[in-house]
């Protein structure tokens, strides 16, 4: 995608919405109290709807709803606690143990929760700053809910008018990172790939579509309008949503052994012209995200048609001049890739058409799934907290590290002279993050942007003196503050310091070069603190949970294979239970890969079996392709005459993943001799293998073409393929756990 397509992404995305309803909302009534000479009374207005707006993450109506009226109501108590109770300096050290601990803890209600515990810990943080005499603590309170309540008041309204907008931009954003997904893959039929950084990008992308995906069923599941009660749009935003979960397996189930690829084709043009095409289908997808995303009518950049068709007659010259005997399987497998490039366009023709909603194109529309068994489940029982009430627990260990950091950073504000003491708790408490690579990231991103930000302003006030562009400025930066926040830290770093330093300019110009400095030594206070706690108590390493990933990775590799192999042995495949063990093999996959990702930014002291990990991540996104591939073919076909063989090769493969999840629990099973089993042959399908080389040798491709065993043998061969792809990985993966089990006993 080129940087004009990208800065349309993100003007129609979510995310600057986000932003600018952050900011309209917080900026209105300020302006409107500072006509009439109160903003400096009523301060605590802008700043609870700045911090309720805080925690409306995208989701379902109701529950965004729910959430807000829970953190209007808790912040509001947390607010009247602490302003009533600051004076006294040996409670608020147990109230930060129990706030401290409780709004860190209850993440194991999810992020939405987390966002509200996150937001009181500010609130908290906020009212114990000695600027509030005390009979005004249950007036700022009220002020502060008021202002929640106004956020919750255009967050409804907005909701009435534009009930689908959320919908489309995150619908949107889904296919502009499927289309990035396809484009990597593009890449792997150019000349000279490299594999390793392809398959790293991979990685990086899908789970990013994970997390796309999760939000997009939430709400497009929860929706009771878009479920039981649709119009023609939410009809065809639900077939989109549908399409594009098909599309991305699609994506995923065309791996191929590259190598054997362009070993084969290497000297011809047709592998780079696949490349061309593929690259041509990811920049259609991406079109139609941005058109999903701002509302528009997508069209095509190009005749899709005409493309696939140069493709496929390139394809059949070359198999009419040079396929032989002994090169036919190779010409096999590029007919797959030819057949997968045909579906794919197919589904990009029909998602172009989608765009326009109309009503002929949702009459096709039919949710062939029960909406419940794919919508993320959520407990919010009380035993859920007191099980984690444990020092095993990783939330518990996240909670203690956020309080001992909110403890240190109070101490420091007593005894070192910073006039805004609270800023070192605000940046320990957002810093701190269960993840050490999240919580070291967001450091180096916070201390750099808040310098970054401070020379900006300082700029900005020395070189303008009118209020009028530096009120601009500082609208601007408050709309990129909550724009990035949540896809660039660094960027919302800055702009947070900056929109900080031109408002107290606004508020008390005499004292901005106070702030200028307090805000640069608070924060690497601040930071200081937070990595000494991240690095030193009670760690989290992520090698330390890579074993529960590796195992939840195999467990539904292994339910997704059962039941798509189950299709070839003769039984019947419910396509909803397919597709939702596959959506529980990918996110599985996901975790897994984020779990290696963050062990890459720890210590090199935590980087333990880092070869072999790798190693294992490859070969468990290889392994769900190559089960997806197969569950293509499994919803299409049926071949019963060869069920006998293909249960034989099921039972094989079933063995041998189970044998690599009872390394991983440490049972002393009998894997040595599974590894040394081969697949069972298919001899049938060698046989028909051997006549029909023979057919074409001795006939000729024109004549050995007419023969009607010539599609079923291509069938078959791919399918027998995937069977003898799955039980090597398989292998692989009991080799790689059994390295890493030799490693740690040494």
């Given at each position: 995608m080129n940087y004009l397509d990208e800065f349309k992404k993100f003007i129609s995305s979510h995310y600057l919405s986000t932003g600018v309803r952050l900011t309209l909302g917080t900026i209105?009534?300020?302006?409107?109290?500072h006509h009439y000479g109160i903003l400096s009374e009523w301060i605590a207005f802008p700043l609870g709807t700045l911090l309720i707006g805080g925690t409306d993450n995208p989701g379902p109506y109701h529950r965004r709803?729910?959430?807000?009226?829970?953190?209007?109501?808790?912040?509001?108590?947390?607010?009247?606690?602490?302003?009533?109770?600051?004076?006294?300096?040996?409670?608020?050290?147990?109230?930060?143990?129990?706030?401290?601990?409780?709004?860190?803890?209850?993440?194991?209600?999810?992020?939405r929760v987390n966002s509200i515990g996150l937001i009181s810990l500010l609130v908290f943080v906020f009212n114990i700053d000695d600027h509030l005499s005390g009979d005004m603590v249950l007036r700022t309170a009220a002020i502060f809910s008021a202002g929640g309540i106004w956020y919750f008041v255009l967050f409804m309204v907005l909701q009435k008018l534009l009930p689908y907008k959320l919908i489309q931009q995150l619908l949107g954003e889904n296919f502009v990172e499927l289309g990035k997904l396809l484009s990597i893959k593009a890449d792997y039929y150019f000349a000279n790939p490299d594999y390793d950084e392809l398959f790293n990008r991979m990685v990086h992308q899908q789970v990013i579509l994970r997390e796309n995906h999760e939000?997009?069923?939430?709400?497009?599941?929860?929706?009771?309008?878009?479920?039981t009660e649709s119009t023609t749009k939410s009809r065809i935003l639900m077939l989109m949503f549908l399409d594009s979960i098909d599309l991305f397996e699609r994506i995923l189930n065309s791996q191929q052994n590259y190598?054997?690829?362009?070993?084969?084709?290497?000297?011809?043009?047709?592998?780079?012209?696949?490349?061309?095409?593929?690259?041509?289908?990811?920049?259609?997808?991406?079109?139609?995200?941005?058109?999903?995303?701002?509302?528009y009518a997508s069209h095509p950049?190009?005749?899709?048609?005409?493309a696939f068709n140069k493709c496929q007659r390139a394809f059949e010259r070359m198999r009419e001049h040079k396929m032989n005997h002994d090169n036919m399987e190779d010409f096999i497998m590029l007919r797959q890739i030819l057949n997968s490039l045909q579906d794919v366009t197919e589904r990009v023709k029909k998602l172009h058409r989608a765009t326009k909603y109309e009503a002929d194109v949702s009459n096709d529309y039919k949710l062939t799934v029960e909406a419940e068994d794919f919508t993320p489940k959520?407990?919010?029982?009380?035993?859920?907290?007191?099980?984690?009430?444990?020092?095993?627990?990783?939330?518990?260990?996240?909670?203690?590290?956020?309080?001992?950091?909110?403890?240190?950073?109070?101490?420091a504000s007593l005894f070192f002279d910073v006039g805004h003491g609270y800023w070192i708790l605000l940046t320990i408490a957002v810093i701190l993050k269960p993840a050490f690579s999240i919580t070291k990231q967001r450091n180096i991103h916070r201390i750099g942007g808040t310098i970054l930000g401070v020379i900006i302003g300082f700029l900005l006030l020395y070189l303008i003196q009118e209020s009028t562009p530096l009120f601009i400025l500082m609208m601007i930066s408050m709309i990129l503050a909550y724009s990035f926040l949540k896809i660039n830290y660094f960027v919302a770093s800055t702009s947070i310091t900056l929109y900080v330093i031109l408002s107290f300019h606004f508020l008390n110009p005499q004292h901005?070069?106070?702030?200028?400095?307090?805000?640069?030594v608070d924060t690497v206070i601040g930071s200081l603190i937070a990595y000494i706690i991240s690095s030193y108590v009670l760690p989290v390493w992520e090698h330390s949970q890579i074993k529960q990933y590796m195992k939840e990775a195999l467990d539904a590799n292994r339910k997704y294979f059962d039941i798509v192999a189950a299709k070839f042995t003769g039984k019947q495949l419910d396509i909803n239970e397919l597709k939702l063990l596959r959506k529980n093999a990918i996110i599985a996959m996901a975790n897994l890969s984020d779990n290696f990702q963050k062990m890459l930014s720890e210590p090199k002291r935590q980087q333990m079996n880092m070869e072999e990990y790798h190693q294992f991540v490859a070969t468990s996104h290889m392994l769900t392709s190559y089960i997806a591939s197969l569950s293509t073919y499994a919803q299409t076909l049926e071949y019963l005459e060869f069920s006998v063989e293909f249960e034989m090769m099921t039972r094989q493969i079933d063995r041998q993943l189970q044998a690599a999840t009872d390394i991983i629990d440490g049972k002393t099973g009998n894997s040595l001799e599974i590894v040394r089993e081969s697949l069972p042959q298919n001899q049938r399908l060698l046989e028909l293998l051997a006549d029909r080389k023979k057919q074409i040798k001795e006939l000729g491709i024109e004549k050995a073409d007419q023969s009607p065993v010539r599609k079923m043998l291509s069938d078959l061969k791919t399918i027998n393929g995937l069977f003898e792809l799955i039980s090597t990985i398989s292998i692989d993966e009991i080799k790689i756990l059994q390295k890493i089990k030799t490693a740690k006993a040494a």
């Amino acid at each position: 995608m080129n940087y004009l397509d990208e800065f349309k992404k993100f003007i129609s995305s979510h995310y600057l919405s986000t932003g600018v309803r952050l900011t309209l909302g917080t900026i209105i009534p300020s302006l409107i109290f500072h006509h009439y000479g109160i903003l400096s009374e009523w301060i605590a207005f802008p700043l609870g709807t700045l911090l309720i707006g805080g925690t409306d993450n995208p989701g379902p109506y109701h529950r965004r709803r729910n959430a807000l009226l829970v953190a209007i109501l808790t912040c509001f108590i947390v607010a009247c606690v602490t302003g009533y109770l600051r004076h006294f300096h040996f409670i608020i050290f147990l109230e930060i143990i129990v706030f401290g601990m409780f709004f860190s803890l209850v993440g194991v209600y999810g992020n939405r929760v987390n966002s509200i515990g996150l937001i009181s810990l500010l609130v908290f943080v906020f009212n114990i700053d000695d600027h509030l005499s005390g009979d005004m603590v249950l007036r700022t309170a009220a002020i502060f809910s008021a202002g929640g309540i106004w956020y919750f008041v255009l967050f409804m309204v907005l909701q009435k008018l534009l009930p689908y907008k959320l919908i489309q931009q995150l619908l949107g954003e889904n296919f502009v990172e499927l289309g990035k997904l396809l484009s990597i893959k593009a890449d792997y039929y150019f000349a000279n790939p490299d594999y390793d950084e392809l398959f790293n990008r991979m990685v990086h992308q899908q789970v990013i579509l994970r997390e796309n995906h999760e939000n997009l069923r939430e709400i497009l599941f929860k929706t009771r309008e878009i479920v039981t009660e649709s119009t023609t749009k939410s009809r065809i935003l639900m077939l989109m949503f549908l399409d594009s979960i098909d599309l991305f397996e699609r994506i995923l189930n065309s791996q191929q052994n590259y190598a054997n690829l362009h070993r084969a084709f290497d000297h011809t043009k047709v592998l780079r012209l696949f490349g061309t095409y593929i690259t041509w289908l990811a920049a259609e997808i991406q079109q139609i995200g941005l058109a999903v995303q701002s509302g528009y009518a997508s069209h095509p950049r190009h005749d899709l048609d005409e493309a696939f068709n140069k493709c496929q007659r390139a394809f059949e010259r070359m198999r009419e001049h040079k396929m032989n005997h002994d090169n036919m399987e190779d010409f096999i497998m590029l007919r797959q890739i030819l057949n997968s490039l045909q579906d794919v366009t197919e589904r990009v023709k029909k998602l172009h058409r989608a765009t326009k909603y109309e009503a002929d194109v949702s009459n096709d529309y039919k949710l062939t799934v029960e909406a419940e068994d794919f919508t993320p489940k959520q407990d919010y029982h009380p035993r859920i907290l007191l099980d984690n009430l444990s020092l095993k627990s990783s939330h518990f260990r996240h909670a203690v590290r956020v309080t001992l950091g909110l403890l240190a950073g109070y101490t420091a504000s007593l005894f070192f002279d910073v006039g805004h003491g609270y800023w070192i708790l605000l940046t320990i408490a957002v810093i701190l993050k269960p993840a050490f690579s999240i919580t070291k990231q967001r450091n180096i991103h916070r201390i750099g942007g808040t310098i970054l930000g401070v020379i900006i302003g300082f700029l900005l006030l020395y070189l303008i003196q009118e209020s009028t562009p530096l009120f601009i400025l500082m609208m601007i930066s408050m709309i990129l503050a909550y724009s990035f926040l949540k896809i660039n830290y660094f960027v919302a770093s800055t702009s947070i310091t900056l929109y900080v330093i031109l408002s107290f300019h606004f508020l008390n110009p005499q004292h901005v070069t106070n702030v200028l400095q307090d805000r640069v030594v608070d924060t690497v206070i601040g930071s200081l603190i937070a990595y000494i706690i991240s690095s030193y108590v009670l760690p989290v390493w992520e090698h330390s949970q890579i074993k529960q990933y590796m195992k939840e990775a195999l467990d539904a590799n292994r339910k997704y294979f059962d039941i798509v192999a189950a299709k070839f042995t003769g039984k019947q495949l419910d396509i909803n239970e397919l597709k939702l063990l596959r959506k529980n093999a990918i996110i599985a996959m996901a975790n897994l890969s984020d779990n290696f990702q963050k062990m890459l930014s720890e210590p090199k002291r935590q980087q333990m079996n880092m070869e072999e990990y790798h190693q294992f991540v490859a070969t468990s996104h290889m392994l769900t392709s190559y089960i997806a591939s197969l569950s293509t073919y499994a919803q299409t076909l049926e071949y019963l005459e060869f069920s006998v063989e293909f249960e034989m090769m099921t039972r094989q493969i079933d063995r041998q993943l189970q044998a690599a999840t009872d390394i991983i629990d440490g049972k002393t099973g009998n894997s040595l001799e599974i590894v040394r089993e081969s697949l069972p042959q298919n001899q049938r399908l060698l046989e028909l293998l051997a006549d029909r080389k023979k057919q074409i040798k001795e006939l000729g491709i024109e004549k050995a073409d007419q023969s009607p065993v010539r599609k079923m043998l291509s069938d078959l061969k791919t399918i027998n393929g995937l069977f003898e792809l799955i039980s090597t990985i398989s292998i692989d993966e009991i080799k790689i756990l059994q390295k890493i089990k030799t490693a740690k006993a040494a």
